[in-house]
């Protein structure tokens, strides 16, 4: 007669292993609570969490960016700081780097990068209404270009700035057109 309670701990087979993980746990519970709460915290996976700023004006143009340290097109966006919420990331984000005030449409997507240990949280957004178009441009030292592009003319693109794109075509967000191969580049998107 199993139990699901049962089936969810180790066999008790008398081995010297589940003798050592008995003791194990009745070490374990005996420390502090905040003890317990560091330890089960410091041998987890800690994951940086960020925000990627995909901002489409009312064309359907799409505003990338280049950064100094890489080569390709990408989008706005950053790490969030301590206790700072990725909606609250993406728009101080897009004011720092591009100038640029934003509001999001929507709820965000979320990308998981495990190789990284990062989590990305994908905003469509939207310049907002007092905005001016004409003055976006580079307003970090980590931006070297701005520029609009319409869906199916995006250049070489960064891994996550494909991957967001992607993420939001996926969950209806965008239209597929997006991740079409620009004639020059002959590159495909994810």
């Not at 079409?180 to 002959?186: A, C, K, L, W």
Request: hydrophobic letters at 40%; glycine letters at 8%; proline letters at 9%.
């Amino acid at each position: 007669m199993t139990s699901s309670a049962s089936s969810s701990r180790p066999p008790s087979d008398g081995s010297v292993a589940q003798h050592a993980y008995g003791l194990f746990l009745k070490v374990f519970g005996a420390l502090p609570r905040p003890l317990r709460r560091w330890l089960v915290w410091a041998g987890s996976p800690h994951y940086t969490v960020g925000a990627i700023c995909i901002v489409r004006r009312d064309d359907g143009a799409l505003l990338l960016v280049r950064h100094s340290y890489w080569g390709r097109w990408g989008a706005a966006g950053g790490l969030a700081g301590r206790r700072e919420a990725p909606e609250r990331t993406a728009v101080r984000e897009a004011k720092e780097e591009v100038g640029l005030d934003v509001e999001v449409v929507g709820e965000p997507v979320v990308v998981v990068e495990p190789r990284f240990n990062r989590v990305d949280v994908v905003f469509l957004m939207r310049p907002a209404p007092f905005a001016d178009l004409g003055d976006v441009r580079p307003t970090s030292p980590e931006i070297t270009a701005t520029e609009w592009f319409q869906p199916g003319e995006l250049p070489d693109l960064q891994d996550d700035t494909a991957t967001a794109l992607a993420a939001l075509v996926r969950a209806g967000r965008l239209e597929p057109e997006v991740l079409q191969v620009r004639p020059s580049s002959g590159r495909p998107r994810r």
